[in-house]
């Protein structure tokens, strides 16, 4: 069983930056960022491997970064240049094997969320 628990959200006008950070207890090959706004469907933002590899959503790509510490099981998400789209609750995740795609239903472990707001 892993626990993840999320922190690092708040409020930030559009343009600006926040890191999200996700405590783990323990490692597996694949994380991954989500995201859920109100009234919407939950999508993938980032996935990353033990071994570093990350794909990116392409709404994301070059403005959000993902990246672990797998000796302090830690894992991050800086987001920059945020934009009123990006709002939403952020959910890490994790999942086991070394099959690793931004798949919601393949993931089996979840954090509680954090809430990103973003004002234009």
């Known amino acids: 069983q892993v626990q993840l628990v999320e922190s690092g959200g708040g409020s930030v006008q559009a343009g600006g930056s926040l890191r999200l950070s996700c405590a783990y207890t323990?490692?597996?090959?694949?994380m991954a960022w989500f995201r859920q706004a109100p009234g919407k469907e939950r999508e993938g933002v980032a996935y990353i491997t033990y071994l570093h590899t990350t794909v990116y959503a392409d709404s994301v790509k070059g403005r959000f970064t993902i990246s672990r510490d797998n000796a302090k099981n830690i894992l991050l998400l800086q987001m920059n240049s945020l934009k009123p789209e990006d709002a939403a609750t952020y959910y890490c995740a994790a999942k086991g094997g070394s099959f690793c795609r931004l798949y919601e239903s393949d993931y089996n472990y979840w954090g509680q969320g954090t809430q990103v707001t973003v004002s234009s």
């Open positions: 323990a490692s597996t090959y694949c």
